[in-house]
């Protein structure tokens, strides 16, 4: 294949190096630089904050047809069975909006859910909120890929990211809240690397057992 282009993209050219000094680049950076600057951001130990400050992501490959480990996703009630404490989904009278309840905690709180799902690009998005339906902010952002085109051979691979929402900090809604109730979702938030990651292993486990079994991925109850 050829190329007609016979001038250079002018990439860049509208800003000026000084004044983006830390974006680094060949035509500013020599390779000896870029080295040892990859190099000395390599540790053996790294802070928490850094690592888990505002985002969070978990991966792992899942031995589940992409697709079918999509669906059953994109169905909210299969984080009854995946995660480590939302029971009980209700549909509300607002279609696809549905209610639980979150065993996080000593108490039993109300956890509202709104799966958003692209089959095209097979990303499940559930809008969740304690307490109250009307502001879905905590948002868990999940993509399946096929890893026959990533890794090469045939199943998924998982991405889920979560975003530190500035709400973990103070419950936006404490009218909405139960007068005893004590842990705010937030007090959560260190331990969320870890709980997601037990939970993402539950998915790993639940569809691969049902894969290799020849049952259903969504199970016959979510149908």
């Known amino acids: ?47 928490h904050q850094q690592m888990y400050g505002d985002y969070i992501t978990v991966h792992d ?67 969740c909120a304690w307490d109250q339906g009307r502001h879905l902010w905590m948002v868990y952002l999940m993509r399946v890929i096929d890893a026959q085109v990533v890794l090469d051979k045939p199943g998924s691979v998982v991405l889920w990211t979560n975003c530190h929402h500035p709400f973990y900090e103070n419950n936006p809604y404490p009218d909405a809240a139960p007068a005893d109730r004590k842990p705010w979702v937030g007090d959560f938030w260190d331990m969320f690397p870890a709980g997601h990651l037990v939970e993402l292993h539950n998915l790993k486990a639940i569809a ?12 016959e109850w979510m149908q």
């Open 1 to 47: 294949m050829t190329s007609t282009r016979t001038t250079p993209l002018p990439a860049l050219s509208d800003i000026a190096p000084e004044d983006i000094p830390t974006v680094h680049r060949i035509e500013n950076t020599s390779r000896e630089e870029g080295t040892a600057m990859v190099v000395d951001m390599l540790r053996s130990v790294y802070p």
């Open 61 to 127: 490959y899942i031995d589940c047809p992409p697709r079918e480990l999509y669906d059953y996703l994109a169905d909210t009630r299969s984080l009854e069975e995946w995660t480590g404490s939302l029971r009980g989904f209700t549909e509300t009278d607002e279609p696809g909006l549905w209610l639980a309840y979150d065993r996080i905690g000593d108490d039993q709180t109300e956890i509202y859910t709104r799966t958003v799902a692209n089959p095209e690009a097979m990303t499940v998005d559930y809008h």
């Open 208 to 219: 691969e057992y049902r894969h290799a079994n020849g049952l259903p991925v969504t199970p």
